[in-house]
C-alpha cells in the first residue's frame, strides 16, 4: 500500500471517515492548512480537527519528555516520591515562592473577567492554595503500590505473582483552574509520569507554578524533569494532538460538553485508554416520607459553589409538593444570600402551580461571567431542559421538577445525561434500597451531593470523575484517582528447573 504525506488540502475535497461516509473539506479549512499542519479526523461524525504545526509540536514535545522520563522511573524510589510531594507542597506553602504564582493568577484572573469568562474556578485563593498543599501532603503519606503482590497462585515446584506497576504516560486535559496540578501529579505515586494542558485562561498561573515551585521540586527530589511535562500551549488544538498522540497509556479529559467528548473520541481512535469527566450536575429527590427540613438542609448544603457535584436538578413528588416546594426554594434563597446574590430558578413546565407567582414576575440582578444581568427570578424549561447543566457564578441556578412518584424521577434521571449523581432524601431505607436499584448513577446517596470527590470521600486527591453518559465503567469506580493508574505483570518463581508441559 502506497502512501504519502499531506501537506495542503482543497476545498471540497473528500475524506472519509467511519467506514462509510465522507466529510467534505470546506474554504476556510483548506486556507488555513499548511504544510506541517496535521488532520485529525473524528470517526463517529467526520469532524475535521486542524492542528497547527506549532501545537502539533508543542504536544509532541511535551508527550516525548513524558515518555523519557518514565523509562527512568524504574530507578526512582517511593522515598523519591515522597520527597518531591513535600518539596512541591513546601514551595506553594512559601509566601515568597508563591509570590510569582499569586501575580500570574491576578493577570490571569482579570484577562479572563474582562473577557467575560467566568473566573469561579480560576481564582486561586487561600482555601485553594490550601488543598493543594493538603493534597500534595496526603499523596506523600499515601503507600507507594508500586510493586506491590496483587495476587500470588501456588503451583507444583513453581509460584505466580500478580504485581502492580507503573501504566506509564498519562495525559490529562484540564478545565482553566490552578488547583488540577495537586490531581495531576498524583499519577507519580504509581510511578507513571504525566503530560497536560490546562486551559488557556489559567495557563500563565500554570506556568509559573511550573517554574517556581513544581520544576525545582522535581529537581529537589531527584525526579526526571520531564515526569510532570506541561503543554504550554494556549491553542486547543494542542490538546487534541496530545490526545491523539498513541504513546499516552491513559488519556483524561476534564470539562464539559462537546469539549470533553471531542478529546474522548479522538484519544479513543487513536487507541488510548479513556477517562473522561464530562457533564455533571446532581439530582436530589425528595423521598415519600422525607421531612421538609431535611430538604432544605440537603438542598442548601449541596449549593455552596458551583462544581460538578453541585446541586443541579430538585425531583419532588407530586402528593409532598405543598410542604417540600415551599423547604426547597427557601433553601434556595438560603444558598443564594450566603453568596450574596439571587437565586435563579427553572421549573419544568407542568410544575409551575407549586411555584408562587412572584418567582415567575420578579426581575432582580443575577450574578453572571460578565457581572450581574437583570432577569426574571424563575423561567419555564421543557422536559428536554432536564439535560442542561446550569454554569453559575455567585446565583446558585437550579431546576425544580414536580413529579409523579419517585420512580418517575428515576425514570427521567435515567433518560437525560449526564448520569451522574443522585441523591434521595429519605428516611425509609426500604425506598432508598429501591432507588439505587432502579438509578443508573456512579453516585448515589441520601444526602447532601457535594461529597462526591476524591478527597473528601477518599481522602485521596482525584484525577477525574466518570458520569455514566457512555455506559458503565469497566472494573472500576467514577472517582480516578492517582493510584488508579497502573497495570498488573505476573511474575513467576519456578523452584525446580525441570519442568515443562
Same mark, same amino acid.
Given at each position: 500500500?502506497?502512501?504519502?504525506?499531506?501537506?495542503?488540502? !482543497?476545498?471540497?475535497?473528500?475524506?472519509?471517515?467511519?467506514?462509510?461516509?465522507?466529510?467534505?473539506?470546506?474554504? %476556510?479549512?483548506?486556507?488555513?492548512?499548511?504544510?506541517?499542519?496535521?488532520?485529525?479526523?473524528?470517526?463517529?461524525?467526520?469532524?475535521?480537527?486542524?492542528?497547527?504545526?506549532?501545537?502539533?509540536?508543542?504536544?509532541?514535545?511535551?508527550?516525548? %519528555?513524558?515518555?523519557?522520563?518514565?523509562?527512568?522511573?524504574?530507578?526512582?524510589?517511593?522515598?523519591?516520591? /515522597?520527597?518531591?510531594? $513535600?518539596?512541591?507542597?513546601?514551595?506553594?506553602?512559601?509566601?515568597?515562592?508563591?509570590?510569582?504564582?499569586?501575580?500570574?493568577?491576578?493577570? @490571569?484572573? @482579570?484577562?479572563?473577567?474582562?473577557?467575560?469568562?467566568?473566573?469561579?474556578? $480560576?481564582?486561586?485563593?487561600?482555601?485553594?492554595?490550601?488543598?493543594?498543599?493538603?493534597?500534595?501532603?496526603?499523596?506523600?503519606?499515601?503507600?507507594? $503500590?508500586?510493586?506491590?503482590?496483587?495476587?500470588?497462585?501456588?503451583?507444583?515446584?513453581?509460584?505466580?505473582?500478580?504485581?502492580?506497576?507503573?501504566?506509564?504516560?498519562?495525559?490529562?486535559?484540564?478545565?482553566?483552574?490552578?488547583? !488540577?496540578?495537586?490531581?495531576?501529579?498524583?499519577?507519580?505515586?504509581?510511578?507513571?509520569?504525566?503530560?497536560?494542558?490546562?486551559?488557556?485562561?489559567?495557563?500563565?498561573?500554570? #506556568?509559573?507554578?511550573?517554574?517556581?515551585?513544581?520544576?525545582?521540586?522535581?529537581?529537589?527530589?531527584?525526579?526526571?524533569?520531564?515526569?510532570?511535562?506541561?503543554?504550554?500551549?494556549?491553542?486547543?488544538?494542542?490538546?487534541?494532538?496530545?490526545?491523539?498522540?498513541? #504513546?499516552?497509556?491513559?488519556?483524561?479529559? #476534564?470539562?464539559?460538553?462537546?469539549?470533553?467528548?471531542?478529546?474522548?473520541?479522538?484519544?479513543?481512535?487513536?487507541?488510548?485508554?479513556?477517562?473522561?469527566?464530562?457533564?455533571?450536575?446532581?439530582?436530589?429527590?425528595?423521598?415519600?416520607?422525607?421531612?421538609?427540613?431535611?430538604?432544605?438542609?440537603?438542598?442548601?448544603?449541596?449549593?455552596?459553589?458551583?462544581?460538578?457535584?453541585?446541586?443541579?436538578?430538585?425531583?419532588?413528588?407530586?402528593?409532598?409538593? /405543598?410542604?417540600?416546594?415551599?423547604?426547597?426554594?427557601?433553601?434556595?434563597?438560603?444558598?443564594?444570600?450566603?453568596?450574596?446574590?439571587?437565586?435563579?430558578?427553572?421549573?419544568?413546565?407542568?410544575?409551575?402551580?407549586?411555584?408562587?407567582?412572584?418567582?415567575?414576575?420578579?426581575?432582580?440582578?443575577?450574578?453572571?461571567?460578565?457581572? @450581574? &444581568?437583570?432577569?426574571?427570578?424563575?423561567?419555564?424549561?421543557?422536559?428536554?431542559?432536564?439535560?442542561?447543566?446550569?454554569?453559575?457564578?455567585?446565583?446558585?441556578?437550579?431546576?425544580?421538577?414536580?413529579?409523579?412518584?419517585?420512580?418517575?424521577? %428515576?425514570?427521567?434521571?435515567?433518560?437525560?445525561?449526564? #448520569?451522574?449523581?443522585?441523591?434521595?432524601?429519605?428516611?425509609?431505607?426500604?425506598?432508598?434500597?429501591?432507588?439505587?436499584?432502579?438509578?443508573?448513577?456512579?453516585?448515589?446517596?441520601?444526602?447532601?451531593?457535594?461529597? &462526591?470527590?476524591?478527597?473528601?470521600?477518599?481522602?485521596?486527591?482525584?484525577?477525574?470523575?466518570?458520569?455514566?453518559?457512555?455506559?458503565?465503567?469497566?472494573?472500576?469506580?467514577?472517582?480516578?484517582?492517582?493510584?488508579?493508574?497502573?497495570?498488573?505483570?505476573?511474575?513467576?518463581?519456578?523452584?525446580?528447573? @525441570?519442568?515443562?508441559?
Amino acid at each position: 500500500m502506497a502512501t504519502d504525506r499531506l501537506t495542503r488540502l !482543497v476545498a471540497g475535497m473528500e475524506i472519509p471517515y467511519g467506514g462509510t461516509r465522507v466529510a467534505i473539506v470546506d474554504e %476556510a479549512l483548506a486556507a488555513a492548512f499548511e504544510d506541517g499542519d496535521a488532520l485529525v479526523v473524528r470517526q463517529d461524525d467526520g469532524e475535521l480537527i486542524h492542528i497547527p504545526r506549532t501545537a502539533l509540536v508543542t504536544a509532541h514535545d511535551a508527550v516525548s %519528555a513524558a515518555v523519557d522520563a518514565f523509562a527512568e522511573m524504574g530507578s526512582v524510589t517511593d522515598d523519591d516520591i /515522597d520527597r518531591f510531594y $513535600l518539596q512541591f507542597a513546601d514551595r506553594l506553602a512559601d509566601d515568597e515562592t508563591f509570590g510569582p504564582i499569586a501575580s500570574a493568577n491576578e493577570c @490571569d484572573v @482579570d484577562t479572563a473577567r474582562t473577557a467575560g469568562r467566568s473566573v469561579t474556578r $480560576l481564582v486561586l485563593d487561600q482555601r485553594m492554595r490550601d488543598d493543594m498543599i493538603d493534597g500534595l501532603r496526603q499523596w506523600a503519606s499515601a503507600p507507594g $503500590l508500586r510493586g506491590s503482590v496483587v495476587e500470588t497462585i501456588d503451583h507444583d515446584r513453581w509460584r505466580l505473582e500478580q504485581v502492580r506497576d507503573g501504566l506509564g504516560v498519562v495525559g490529562f486535559v484540564f478545565e482553566g483552574r490552578p488547583n !488540577v496540578f495537586a490531581d495531576a501529579t498524583g499519577v507519580l505515586r504509581g510511578g507513571n509520569t504525566v503530560v497536560f494542558r490546562i486551559g488557556s485562561d489559567a495557563l500563565g498561573t500554570a #506556568r509559573a507554578i511550573m517554574d517556581s515551585a513544581l520544576t525545582p521540586a522535581l529537581a529537589a527530589a531527584g525526579l526526571p524533569h520531564g515526569a510532570v511535562s506541561l503543554v504550554a500551549s494556549a491553542d486547543r488544538a494542542a490538546g487534541v494532538a496530545m490526545m491523539n498522540d498513541p #504513546r499516552l497509556g491513559l488519556a483524561v479529559a #476534564r470539562g464539559s460538553g462537546p469539549a470533553t467528548a471531542r478529546l474522548g473520541a479522538v484519544a479513543r481512535q487513536a487507541g488510548n485508554a479513556v477517562s473522561l469527566h464530562g457533564t455533571g450536575g446532581a439530582w436530589i429527590v425528595a423521598g415519600g416520607s422525607s421531612e421538609p427540613s431535611n430538604v432544605g438542609a440537603v438542598v442548601y448544603h449541596s449549593l455552596d459553589r458551583k462544581v460538578c457535584n453541585t446541586l443541579n436538578t430538585m425531583c419532588i413528588p407530586a402528593d409532598r409538593a /405543598d410542604t417540600l416546594v415551599p423547604a426547597f426554594l427557601h433553601a434556595l434563597e438560603r444558598a443564594a444570600a450566603r453568596r450574596g446574590s439571587n437565586p435563579k430558578l427553572h421549573v419544568l413546565t407542568g410544575s409551575e402551580v407549586f411555584v408562587p407567582d412572584e418567582w415567575f414576575s420578579t426581575v432582580m440582578p443575577i450574578s453572571r461571567a460578565e457581572g @450581574d &444581568v437583570m432577569e426574571p427570578k424563575a423561567v419555564m424549561i421543557p422536559e428536554s431542559g432536564l439535560a442542561t447543566e446550569w454554569e453559575w457564578e455567585d446565583s446558585p441556578e437550579v431546576t425544580l421538577a414536580v413529579v409523579p412518584t419517585v420512580d418517575t424521577a %428515576a425514570d427521567l434521571f435515567n433518560q437525560y445525561i449526564p #448520569r451522574f449523581m443522585a441523591s434521595l432524601v429519605t428516611e425509609d431505607s426500604d425506598e432508598f434500597d429501591r432507588f439505587f436499584r432502579a438509578i443508573d448513577a456512579p453516585f448515589v446517596g441520601n444526602g447532601f451531593t457535594r461529597w &462526591v470527590d476524591g478527597q473528601y470521600a477518599l481522602n485521596r486527591p482525584e484525577l477525574g470523575l466518570s458520569n455514566w453518559e457512555f455506559g458503565r465503567l469497566f472494573g472500576r469506580g467514577a472517582i480516578l484517582s492517582g493510584d488508579s493508574a497502573f497495570t498488573v505483570r505476573m511474575r513467576v518463581d519456578q523452584s525446580d528447573p @525441570d519442568i515443562g508441559r
